[in-house]
């Protein structure tokens, strides 16, 4: 397969990404937005989708930002990490004063891969780099910034929580599901139900052996991007 072919392969995938998850998203979430720009003092970009929400934890405003990266392949994971961090320090940010909203308490960012062997293969190989890249981050502020998560070692603080996961996506098997009966989604509960369509890779702070025992349990079914493209355009064939 040429570069330009595969290009459009990749592409074409990651559009169908983009699609059965907004699709899914949007029976059971409000909020979900698609392609997010950001300019943050220069520092530039757009979020694939972005879902913003508040819940009510022991009488505070608890204001949740997620955001979720799509990818259908893994081509230079230096680059895919730098991407994720600046998504990860920036956006927020700019989200914040954009819109006119508080700190928020919560900042999930959902690095969604295509459920290749392909890319299970490459996070395999460099679990170690993801771990170093991934570990949660909290940070402080102090109570007279309003509507964040309090911190229960400290009354007189609260933390803002940091957490990348990473998920392996099947666009066919969630295009699948029937949403009535298989799935149970709360909007304070993480965003997906845990069923094949939707499988994490997440405590960053474990060891790399549990980690990559984790991992071994959730190896994808779909060889690479182009069997995967076979299999959904049969399926969407049979459903006309």
Known sequence: MNEALSNTLYDEVHAIMIKELLTFF???????ESEVPYNFYGNRGSVDLVEYGAMNISGISHQYLRMYELESRIPRLEELIRKLKDRMEYFPRCFEKERGLPKLGEIHLFL??????????VVDKYL?????AFTRINKIFPTDILSKTREPANDNFY???KRIWLVFFDPL?????DTSVELFLRKGDRPFHRSSAFRYLESWSN??????????????????????????????????
């Open 207 to 240: 060891s790399i052996d549990d980690l990559r025992s984790k991992l071994e349990l959730i190896k994808p079914r779909f060889s690479d991007a182009k069997e995967f493209l076979q299999a959904y355009q049969r399926y969407v064939s049979s459903q006309d």
């Open 26 to 32: 949007k029976k059971n979430l409000n909020d979900i």
């Open 159 to 161: 933390a803002q929580i």
């Open 173 to 177: 098997k969630v295009r699948q599901l």
């Open 112 to 121: 969604v891969l295509l459920g290749t062997i392909e890319n299970w293969k």
């Open 128 to 132: 170690l780099n993801f771990k170093s």
